[in-house]
């Protein structure tokens, strides 16, 4: 990958980062059933993804969708949404 793309990209995944890591955003995604440290692991994926790292890849995404599906059978066992 090109320097400027990789600089660019890691630019815009810093910033989703910071985003995320905000405690209103962080409050009105929990509302929806969002998980924020899931969707940081999600994030790592794709940046580690688009740089070409893609066994990181895999195993940053394959851990959060695991957790996501485990969270998820748990909720519907229950009858709650999953986070």
Known sequence: MANRA???IDQLFDELDQLLKNPDV???????GVNVSLAMTLADG??????????RAVADLGTATEEIAARMARSSSRGGPAS
Do not use: I, M
């Open 6 to 8: 990789a600089v660019e």
């Open 26 to 32: 962080g409050a009105e995604l929990a509302q929806g």
């Open 46 to 55: 794709v940046r580690a993804y688009l740089h070409g790292d893609k066994a």
